[in-house]
């Protein structure tokens, strides 16, 4: 499972918790969220390919992402990006 935390530069590592509130009000979680499944979805890549392992890489999506009409692009292009079978990522 992917688990996006933010390095703060004073308070240290905080979980969701703590921030996703404020970038699903502001708007960013959509380009957050982009980052952390391109993200999660190219480590799953790297791992089936040196590892040989057969996995499945879940990541969490807020309910701005889901009522988002580019999603299935911004999925389908991290697929394709990374060569990664879809049947790999929930």
Known sequence: EA???WAHPVRGLLPPAE???VAEESGLVRQLG???LNEAVAQA???QDVDGLSLEMAVNLSP???ADPELLGVVTA???R???DPAALT
Do not use: G
């Open 3 to 5: 688990l996006v935390r």
């Open 19 to 21: 921030f996703i509130e």
């Open 34 to 36: 982009a980052w952390v």
């Open 45 to 47: 890549a790297r791992w």
């Open 64 to 66: 701005r992402q889901l």
């Open 78 to 80: 991290a697929l394709t």
């Open 82 to 84: 990374h060569s990664l």
